[in-house]
């Protein structure tokens, strides 16, 4: 019979860790060969542990990881990017925070997934370097619904499967996607969505995102697609997330006091 391989070198992002035991550290990640696993990494407390700075959230890493009784364990570490803008504002750091989160609760552990993981590096590289953080959280949202199964419908109404017309329209998240004003107004569920918001959200489910960067995404606009899809989001995973209270928090910060 061949026998399992003991080691494999892999790339990750670090999604989340808490202490394990006196000197080791338990370990989230979301992996491109594996997917999504736990992962202890022995002794990274100790202060002159090698591994540390290797493994912090946001930071993309090849590893190496050892088969061991009931987990990985992490033997070798490296940074292939740790995203050092992430760390250094806050606003981003809340917006990266919010992307591992949101992938963290719609996967398990349940086997690779390229597209996923690409969008995760992608998005937190366009995080880290430019200058319109909410447009890139704005397509990755979209863009993840499509890659764990929940693809919203945009382009007919989802009560009577009318084509949508050039008006403002509502949103059920129940039905998992857009009324026409017929069949959306007077519902409790359905939310208003004006008809430039739309627009941008179908742009993003058909684009690539060199293409979709061509949109603008004003302030009203972000806003408004943030508490829509907040509310779709929530309704999805069955609870609230808790990063964008951090975030609504360090941007109202932001008003009083002004950037640092």
């Known amino acids: 019979m061949p026998t399992r391989q003991r080691s494999q070198r892999i790339e990750a992002v670090v999604l989340r860790h808490t202490d394990w035991g006196e000197a080791d550290r338990l370990l989230w990640l979301f992996t491109r060969e594996l997917g999504k696993l736990r992962a202890v990494a022995k002794g990274v407390r100790k202060p002159r542990s090698r591994k540390a700075g290797h493994l912090e959230p946001f930071t993309r890493s090849s590893l190496l990881l050892a088969r061991g009784r009931d987990m990985h364990i992490i033997t070798q570490a490296e940074a292939v990017d740790p995203y050092l803008a992430l760390r250094e504002d806050l606003v981003r750091l809340g917006y990266a925070s919010y992307v591992i989160e949101l992938l963290d609760r719609f996967t398990y552990e349940e086997g690779e997934n390229r597209a996923l993981y690409r969008l995760l590096t992608d998005t937190l590289a366009r995080l880290n370097s430019e200058p319109d953080p909410p447009f890139a959280v704005r397509y990755y949202e979209v863009r993840l619904l499509d890659l764990v199964g929940f693809r919203p419908q945009l382009f007919h109404c989802t009560a009577c499967e009318a084509e949508i017309q050039p008006e403002d329209q509502y949103f059920s998240a129940e039905k998992g996607g857009v009324l ?12 208003p969505i004006t008809m430039p918001s739309l627009r941008l959200l179908r742009h993003f489910q058909r684009s690539g995102y ?36 951090f975030i609504r928090r360090v941007r109202r910060a932001e008003v009083e006091h002004g950037p640092d």
Not at 180 to 191: E, H
Not at 219 to 237: A, K, P, R, S, V
């Open 210 to 245: 060199a293409e979709a960067r061509r949109a603008r995404l004003g302030i009203t606009q972000d806003h408004e697609l943030e508490n829509l899809m907040g509310h779709y989001l929530t309704y999805l995973l069955e609870r609230g997330l808790n990063s964008p209270a």
């Open 180 to 191: 026409c004003p017929r069949c959306g107004r007077g519902l409790p569920d359905a939310r």
